[in-house]
């Protein structure tokens, strides 16, 4: 079955910058897409970014420019680059991958267990 560890999470000052990491296990679907979600307190989960099988990556608005969604060669590992961070961006942060052939953050259905970044 499909596993998803994310890890780098941690605190940062506003400004700053931090890098996520996904390791994606079990995950064998011939059109592999991959992405990132948050949720903050009392808030719904936001669809941040996320890539397709052929590379084609999709942001939120709100990190336009500011963060960057990639994967190793492998596709074994998924990673989120944050820069210039906001207090806004405080959430929980989880991996998560579809098993559909459309990448869309709608058909993100399969989820790791989070990592917090914090921003202040």
């Known amino acids: 079955h499909v596993q998803l560890v994310e890890s780098g999470g941690g605190s940062v000052q506003t400004g700053g910058s931090l890098g996520l990491s996904c390791a994606v296990s079990g995950y064998t679907y011939s059109r592999p897409c991959l992405g990132w979600f948050r949720q903050a307190p009392g808030k719904e989960r936001e669809g941040v970014a996320h890539?397709?099988?052929?590379?084609?990556?999709t942001y939120a608005d709100s990190v336009k420019g500011r963060f960057t969604i990639a994967k190793d060669n492998t596709g074994n590992i998924l990673y989120l680059e944050m820069n210039n961070l906001k207090p806004e961006d405080t959430a929980m942060y989880y991996c998560?991958?579809?098993?559909?052939?459309?990448?869309?953050?709608?058909?993100?259905?399969?989820w790791g267990q989070g990592t917090q970044v914090t921003v202040s």
């Open positions: 998560a991958a579809a098993v559909v052939a459309k990448c869309r953050f709608r058909y993100l259905e399969i």
């Open positions: 890539i397709a099988s052929d590379g084609l990556t």
